[in-house]
């Protein structure tokens, strides 16, 4: 098993599938666009936690987690996913809209990240696997920490919030606190003493339960493992085309996303049917549940199977990279 990132000297590989996609099928074009129903979805989702969080006020503790795995780890997951169009501004022109439409969501997610990571999220595209300015790259100490253990990695994915946490302290370039990164903290923090002192304990452990399963030891978990996890060679993205797709607004079609990353999520299986040449012949998944257990027993899958880079899509790079450098194999298809 290796134990460095895989190195490229590439820079991120959306942008020329992108115009390749569009000089062959200029009709994607009519599926670039902003869906405010998505703010339903929010709302629903909102009303579901709170609601449940109200129900199982001074209830069993055997009821909170149960509920916590199966109901709301889907609606915090679903959440997130709004989130994640609200920082692509893909509910309103707005973009102030888009903002509070985030920090709406944010309410039931218990830790304050919206504001956050609408500005990490943006640079991940622009600068996918370059250390300092994208968030979803692993620290190298954290690969090394977890290793390929079972153990390792079942603890990895249900504290991945804490890791998720502690990487954007490393992006130098991107300001971490500003005004809205302050209203963000303050609303979010505020509701949640709201509801320590109205509703009690297992209702807050409910929602902090439904936090950590949506992102973590769950098969909703296993998403951060299909996007860019090399499980198919050296496929930097992968996408999954599953039931999931269904509760969880597309979040699957991550290939489709990250080149067409200005249309809406409704519309990103679109993309696919127009463009399938293109994606078809990609590696993808359609479980999440055998690509969890696929992550935690396969000793050739652990956090260092990751492309790493240091080019930005400006210049060819020439300095050593901050990661040790594993040469990438092209693979003929």
């Not at 099928?25 to 666009?33: A, D």
């Not at 129900?55 to 795995?69: Q, R």
């Not at 954290?142 to 994915?157: P, Q, T, V």
């Amino acid at each position: 098993m290796e134990k460095n990132f895989r190195w490229s000297d590439e820079s991120e590989p959306h942008k020329l599938r992108t115009k390749e996609i569009i000089n062959k099928h200029p009709e994607i074009r009519g599926l670039i666009g902003r869906n405010p129903y998505t703010f339903l979805v929010i709302l629903l989702c909102v009303g579901v936690q709170l609601t449940a969080a109200t129900l199982l006020k001074g209830g069993p503790w055997w009821a909170v987690f149960v509920a916590a795995y199966l109901v709301g780890a889907f609606a915090c997951h679903t959440l997130f996913v709004c989130i994640h169009e609200c920082a692509h501004n893909l509910l309103f022109k707005n973009r102030t809209l888009n903002t509070w439409s985030g920090i709406i969501a944010n309410l039931p997610l218990v830790f304050p990240s919206s504001v956050s990571f609408q500005k990490y999220h943006i640079k991940h595209h622009s600068f996918q696997g370059v250390e300092e300015l994208d968030a979803d790259m692993p620290f190298q100490w954290e690969a090394r920490l977890i290793d390929n253990s079972r153990i390792g990695k079942a603890l990895w994915l249900l504290f991945y919030p804490v890791f998720q946490l502690l990487r954007p302290i490393r992006l130098k370039e991107i300001a971490i606190w500003d005004k809205w990164t302050v209203i963000n903290w303050a609303i979010q923090f505020s509701f949640m003493a709201a509801i320590v002192y109205f509703l009690g304990a297992q209702s807050t452990v409910f929602l902090v339960a439904s936090f950590f399963f949506s992102i973590g030891l769950h098969p909703l978990g296993a998403r951060w493992v299909q996007e860019h996890y090399l499980t198919h060679g050296d496929q930097e993205t992968k996408s999954y085309y599953g039931v999931l797709n269904t509760v969880n607004l597309n979040v699957g079609y991550h290939n489709e996303h990250h080149d067409f990353p200005s249309i809406a999520w409704n519309r990103l299986p679109k993309v696919k049917k127009l463009a399938g040449s293109y994606y078809d012949t990609l590696g993808y998944h359609t479980s999440y549940t055998g690509l969890l257990f696929r992550f935690l027993f396969d000793k050739n899958i652990s956090i260092y199977s990751r492309v790493a880079r240091a080019n930005r899509g400006k210049v060819k790079v020439t300095r050593e990279p901050v990661i040790p450098a594993v040469k990438m194999v092209e693979v003929e298809q």
